[in-house]
Structure formats: structure tokens, C-alpha cells
């Protein structure tokens, strides 16, 4: 058989390139292998981490900006327009990582007008959302099509929250397929700083509030996956080690927050079938300069990010 | 020559055959192992791989007390039994699916906030065929939409 060249050239390059593609999108996991050895988080989240070393492949979920807002609002918070940003500073972000946290603020934002009822601003949100959805490149995160369904359904909550949902699964599965996953962490840490800064604002304004002070003594354990997730782009990216830098000086505040637990124990209902997961948690009560200095580096952090 | 565009061939055609099952895999996790989490509202979280036989991955979460969630793993039909366990951070088991015939959901509350692990593995086969079962593997959370204030244990 003769061979042409030109064809022998074209199969070269066409191989070369699905391997280069195939390549950086398997970078993902390579990266969060590497990640294992190098979190540094709180006693317990080290235990985790050496644990993971064992593991093929390793997948952090963080928590949504939906579930923050629902665990805000169970612990009795009020609904309080002033602590979200505004929508009107959307066309001021330029930048990925400006837009990205920003967008993530704005996620948050919106889970939390939701929740409340507030129908006018979850759409005022869900635009503001889409408009640097669109400006990062995430295609159809925020389709046209689910801006009519949330308003033609817009005075039905659990639709309402079916439909955010779609657009964080949307959002997140298109920058983790087009391997850009360092801008689905920054968009995590957006969202998670702004639910941490609603919860802190809320709670420094309310008498009796342990409910939520509880949960956000909670969040230090996503802080930790948070910090182990962003380490693993800190070298490589300016724009994610600044952003690692900031999570680091709220874990030192984190640190002084005492809190053991006990071993769990699964105690399955015969009836319902649902197991409760049973453990006692010993928290020493929080002492209100650390309280008071973690409410202000979560302020300074966040006002940084929307200004 | 004639080897060199074989071989070429036949990468090329591995790797976009590759490209292919992650698109499908995207769609595997919202049309199929979504419904699964039903009642439960999804987080919103995509996490979804393309393993096979013998293939483990580790999935790290927060859980919050008074929270009731749903851990839903689906692997697509060409796949062996999945296996999951839900350990916790001294890799305890606190649930072993294999247990219940391989129940694609576990439904649980947290009596206190807890980071857990979930370890998935892909079963082998003794069948001996060159062909190794090759296929999604969607795991999803969602938890209850309840708004009330939280239960006291």
C-alpha cells in the first residue's frame, strides 16, 4: 500500500489532539490525588486526609449554597435584604476570579431570598447569576428556558428549589468536563463565604442565637475540604493561592473553636427504615473575641469580594 | 507504515469513544441516578466517573446534624454490582450496601455534624472475556427540604 502523507499527517494530528484533550481531562483527578498528602486542615479532617492516600480517586462535595441557606434558616434566622449583594454591582466584575466568587455570592444570594419567599429577588438574583454565568463561558448554565420556568413557577417553592439546584449541577458539570474546575472551586468558595457572612451578620444581631452560632462552628469542617480542594491549584494559579491565603487565616480562627465527638453509632428504625447516626458532640462554649474576630475576617473577606 | 496508521487509528478512535462515554456519563447522572434521590432535593453537586470492574473512588462530605439526607449511587447497566460503604473518620463502617443487596440508596440522619467518607467500588466478575465492563458510576446527595427549626436528639 502507497501511503499518503497528507493522510498519515492528518490521523498524527488528530490522535495527538483527542490525546492532548483527553489528557487535561483527566487532570482532575490526577490533581485531587495529589491533593491527599497536602491538606492541612483541623485534627480531624488529618485523619481523613491520611485516609484518602488509600483511595483511586478522590471527589470532595462541598456544600451547596442551597443546603447553607436551608441550615440558616432552620436555625432560626430572619430574612434581612441588606446583608446580600446587590445585583447592581454585577457588570462591575471583570475578571475570572472576581466574576467566579461573585457568582458564587450571588448562588447563595439567591438560595437565600428563596427560601424566604421572596419571589421578586430570586429572580433578580437568578438574573444577576446568569449574567456572569454567561460572561465566565459556562453555556446554558442559566438557560432562558429555566428563567421562564422559575418565573411561570415562581409561587412554588419546592420548584423553585429544583430549579437552582439544576443550575449549580449545570454550572458544575460543565466546568469540571471542560476541565476548568479551579473556577467551579472559586465559584464554592463564593458561595460558602457569603452563607458563613449572612450567618455571622445575623447572629451578631440576634440575642439568643446558638442555633446558628452551632452551624457555623459547623463549617469548619468544609473549610477544611474548602482549603484541601484549593491547594491543589495554589501553585499554579495566582488567582486561587490568593484566595487560599484568605481560607487560611479564617482556619486559624476555626482552630480556636474546641469541639470533640464521639464515636458514631448507626441506630436503623425498623419502621421507616431511615438510620440516625448517633454521636455526642462536646463544644466549648465559644468565647466571644474569638467570635468577634471571625465575624470580622469573614466581613473583610467578603466586602473585598463584592466591592 | 501500514501499523503506524493502525495503531493511530485505533487510539484516535479509543479516546473519542472516551470523550463519548463522559458526555453520556453527564447524562446518566441527571436522567437516571437523579430520580433516585426523589423525594430529596438534589445539592446540586455533579459527581460522576467512568470506571471499571475493580475501580474504587472516595467521596469526602460534610453531613449536618438534624439534616436528613439521601446517598444515591448508580452505575450504569454493562457494570458488575456496585458496592458502597459510608465510613467514618476513623474509616469505621457505619453502612455496607452489599448488606442489602446492593441498594442503590441509604437514607440517614446525623444526630451531630460529622465529615464522612464514601467509598465506592466496582465489583469483578470471574467472567475471563477480554472485554472489561466499562461504565458510569453517578454518586449524588440530596437532603429533605425541611424549613422548620431543627429536631433535638
Known sequence: MKINFKVLTVVASITMATFLFSCSSDKKDDGNKGANNEIDTTEQNDDLMNSMNQAKQVFYSLPSPIETAMLIKRAGAKY?????????????????????????????????????????????YMSASKTLADNIGILNAISPEIMERLESNINQKDSIIDIISETFMNSNSFLKENDRAEIAAMILVG?????????????????????????IIDQR???????????????DSKDIASVYEELLKLKEIFDKIEV?????????????????????????????????????TVADYRNGIVK | ???????????????????????????FARKICMLELVPYVHD???????????????????????QEYRIAICGADELPKVQFQVLDKDRNVLYDNKNNDYARVWDFSMQSSQQLVISIQVQTTDDLSDNIPTGCVAFLIGFMNKEDSFDQF
Open chain 1, 80 to 124: 434581612d435584604e441588606s446583608l446580600l449583594n446587590p445585583t447592581t454591582n454585577a457588570p462591575n466584575y471583570m475578571g475570572n476570579k472576581s466574576m467566579a466568587l461573585n457568582l458564587g455570592i450571588y448562588s447563595a444570594d439567591l438560595s437565600f431570598a428563596s427560601l424566604f419567599d421572596q419571589t421578586q429577588t430570586s429572580i433578580k
Open chain 1, 191 to 215: 458561595g460558602w463565604i457569603e452563607g458563613l457572612y449572612i450567618a455571622t451578620q445575623i447572629a451578631k444581631m440576634t440575642d439568643s442565637a446558638e442555633e446558628l452560632i452551632d452551624r
Open chain 1, 221 to 235: 469542617l468544609s473549610l477544611g475540604t474548602l482549603i484541601g480542594l484549593l491547594e491543589q491549584y495554589s501553585e
Open chain 1, 260 to 296: 470533640t465527638t464521639s464515636k458514631i453509632e448507626p441506630v436503623t428504625d425498623p419502621v421507616t427504615k431511615v438510620t440516625t447516626l448517633k454521636a455526642t458532640e462536646e463544644k466549648a462554649p465559644l468565647d466571644p473575641v474569638v467570635f468577634k474576630a471571625l465575624c470580622k
Open chain 2, 1 to 27: 507504515m501500514k501499523r503506524i496508521i493502525f495503531i493511530a487509528l485505533f487510539l484516535s478512535l479509543m479516546t473519542i469513544s472516551s470523550i463519548s462515554i463522559n458526555a453520556q456519563c453527564k447524562n
Open chain 2, 44 to 66: 446540586g453537586m455533579y459527581n460522576a466517573a467512568v470506571l471499571q470492574e475493580g475501580d474504587a473512588v472516595e467521596l469526602f462530605k460534610t453531613f449536618y446534624s438534624g
